[in-house]
Every structure is written in C-alpha cells, then in structure tokens.
Nanobody
Framework: VQLQASGGGLVQTGGSLRLSCVASGRTFSSYVMGWFRRAPGKEREFVASISWSGGVPYYEDSVQGRFTISRDIAKNTVYLQMDSLRPEDTAVYYC??????????????????WGQGTQVTVSS
C-alpha cells in the first residue's frame, strides 16, 4: 500500500487549499483514511478521517466547519478541502490509512500506512 500526498503550498490567512492523497496497492473498502499534521516543534496531531466504504467523516474540533474531508472511490483518492485557513494551520500534512471496523480513528498509533507529507504555510 502506498499513499501519495500533494496540494500543499503558501496561502494567506482566510485562503483555501485542497490536499489530495492518492492510494494504490490494494482495495480500500475496509479502510479508514486520515489526515494528520505536524507543526514546527509540536507532535503530529489528528485533523480528520473518513471511512472508505461509508464515507463517514470525523474532524478535530479546531478544524470543524473549516475543513472538509472526502473521497473519490473511482480515483482511489482522499481530499482535504481547507477553507478559512489560519496561521496556526501551518504544518506538514500527512495522509494515512488503517484497516478497521470503526468509522474513525484519531490516534497516530492506529494508522499503519503513511504518505510522505506536504507543506502548508499560512501567512498572516
């Protein structure tokens, strides 16, 4: 299983970006896909997740209402639409995958496959 994340960049406060994560190597019907981020000097933290089969989203409180996670089954791709970006959203964003029966997983240790990360920088 491989994950390829892209879409990061530099944006001003209040702007938008859409991250993509292309998954390959197997079928993902029983997987949960997640987005995490790591800001400078901080630990990796959960952002959002979505169940591959049912499309059930789950968000960290700080991004609820601003970020939207979705997936395109035909393209094997998970998206993270980020709106109303803030300087505190600046981080390297990672996509991740885990196989399980729950509709969401928010712990780093729950995921066994990770993409390479994409930098998001929000200027004030």
């Amino acid at each position: 299983v491989q994950l390829q994340a892209s879409g990061g960049g530099l944006v001003q406060t209040g702007g938008s970006l859409r991250l993509s994560c292309v998954a390959s190597g197997r079928t993902f019907s029983s997987y949960v896909m997640g987005w995490f981020r790591r800001a400078p000097g901080k630990e990796r933290e959960f952002v959002a997740s979505i169940s591959w089969s049912g499309g059930v989203p789950y968000y960290e409180d700080s991004v609820q209402g601003r970020f939207t996670i979705s997936r395109d089954i035909a393209k094997n791709t998970v998206y993270l639409q980020m709106d109303s970006l803030r300087p505190e959203d600046t981080a390297v964003y990672y996509c991740a995958a885990t196989r399980g029966r729950r509709t969401y997983y928010r712990n780093v240790a729950s995921y066994d496959t990770w993409g390479q990360g994409t930098q998001v920088t929000v200027s004030s």
